[in-house]
């Protein structure tokens, strides 16, 4: 297999370089509080079957990954929401089995690689906190030092674990956005490699290994996929990995993927509504998809357009009542950003065949945001001193 840089908005390409981030012809049209221009793609040739290895469909050598389980997360069969919701096929991908309990892991997991590759033992990034504890993560079983940039707001439990693996922390005065400019900045001036989603072509490389999974774990590809959106880095990824099966022939159709966005931060719907990207202020209890600017949102919106994917939005309200719900009915805990995926799922479920294979991603175990998921539920108010009180 050969593989090399293609831009994906002017279509140039480029052999595949640690210092080489964004097409260096359309970054130059990069504007302030738009979406990342010039994002490159990994462009693979080549030929496979599908009883492809996975390592052979990434731009790294196996030899240079870090020792982390990261994938091949189960799948899980819902019984109870089966029943209830009246797909049989349905699918949960358990995304919060990953090492550091999210999804990010895959995308950590090719950028330590890369940076392994070249030489490179400090990595740094800005994250809403899966990133960061993730890169931390991996990392750490790399032996690369990791500097993370967060917003102050982060939950607890995302920055302890950065810490735990001890990463070098910084919580910024500000959200995402703030955390982001600053990585960039101190890159520029301490160098090593930048991980930040979308900005690093490794982030959405690494991201569709869930793609090569699905596929091996189900036998085809899914007729429908829920993922929740922020950045869009994930979406992307996913449509990047279904599309290099489909260039390869292992597959014949591509996945309706369903983008799912809170409506308190929701700038690709809106982007895909309107045909233009504009900033507004974000908020939203799910602490991942939180993001003014998506960084990978020219890339996402082209590919779920050129797929007819659709991007949807569901409330907050949804949001920790779809997290209660799968906890309860699937035994499944996942943070309200992996919530948001089941959320969307109810929302338009009444649209779809219900013979179809579905997908529900759940993106990162419920543990790392207690706090939102208390919203959804009610903490006993006094304890009891003998069970005649029940
Ligand atoms: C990062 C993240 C997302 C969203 O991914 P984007 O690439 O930002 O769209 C969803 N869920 C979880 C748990 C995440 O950490």
Redesign the pocket.
Known sequence: MKFDYICSECGRVYDIKADLMVCPVCAEKQEADQPLAGVLEVRLTGKADSSFDLFELLPVEKEYFPPSPVGNTPLWEPENLRNRTGFPNLFIKD?GANPTS???DRASWLVSAFAKKNGIDNIVLAS????GSSMAGIGAAAGQRITIFLPETAPPAKIIQALQYGADVYKVAGNYDLAYDFSMAYSRKAGGMNRN??YNPMTIEG?KTVSLELFKQMGKAPDYLF???????????IYKGFEDLKKLGIIDRIPVIFGVQAEGSDALYRADRDGRFTNLPTATV?D??C?DV???GVY?LNKVRSNKGRFIRVSDNQIIAAQADLSASAGLFT?P??A?AWAGFLQVAGELDKDASVVILA??NGL?DTATALKGIRMPEHSISSIDEI
Request: with cysteine; glycine share 18%; proline share 3%.
């Open positions: 995304d999210s999804f990010k809403t906190g899966n990133a989603t979308a991201k993922v929740s959106v922020g950045d869009g880095c994930i979406i992307g990824g799910a991942s998809i993001v998506p960084r990978n996402a943070e950003a992996g948001t993106t990162g790392k």
